[in-house]
């Protein structure tokens, strides 16, 4: 019932910008967060960056400096900014959804990842 389109993955130069999008559709009571998580080859899926519904946002260490979220007043729609991108940024990118599709039941949803890949 939920769908999480994501959109913007490729590849880049290192030093580069890059921006991720995704929207979510489909039978949504309510969102609780929207958050893009990342996963290198041989390593644990990690957080980027999260919102949550009060506006509130979370940035990795990694990131932090380099890489902006954004969303729309419904949180249907959230876009990670990163710019000067390292190799290390490399992996796959997953759009996460925390919400309910009825009053009382709550799930986290993931979209099928894009894939980020910084060359040097």
């Known amino acids: 019932q939920v769908q999480l389109a994501e959109s913007g993955g490729g590849l880049v130069q290192a030093g580069q910008s890059l921006r991720l999008s995704c929207v979510a559709s489909?039978?949504?009571?309510?969102?609780?967060?929207m958050a893009w998580y990342r996963q290198a080859p041989g390593r644990q899926r990690e957080l980027v960056a999260s919102i949550n519904a009060g506006g509130g946002t979370n940035y990795a260490d990694s990131v932090k400096g380099r890489c902006t979220l954004s969303r729309n007043s419904a949180m249907t729609s959230v876009s990670l900014l990163m710019s000067s991108l390292k190799a290390e940024d490399t992996a796959t990118y997953y759009c996460?959804?925390?919400?309910?599709?009825?009053?009382?039941?709550?799930?986290?949803?993931w979209g099928q990842g894009t894939q980020v890949t910084v060359s040097s």
């Open positions: 489909g039978s949504i009571f309510r969102i609780v967060s």
């Open positions: 996460n959804m925390r919400g309910y599709l009825n009053p009382t039941n709550w799930d986290d949803y």
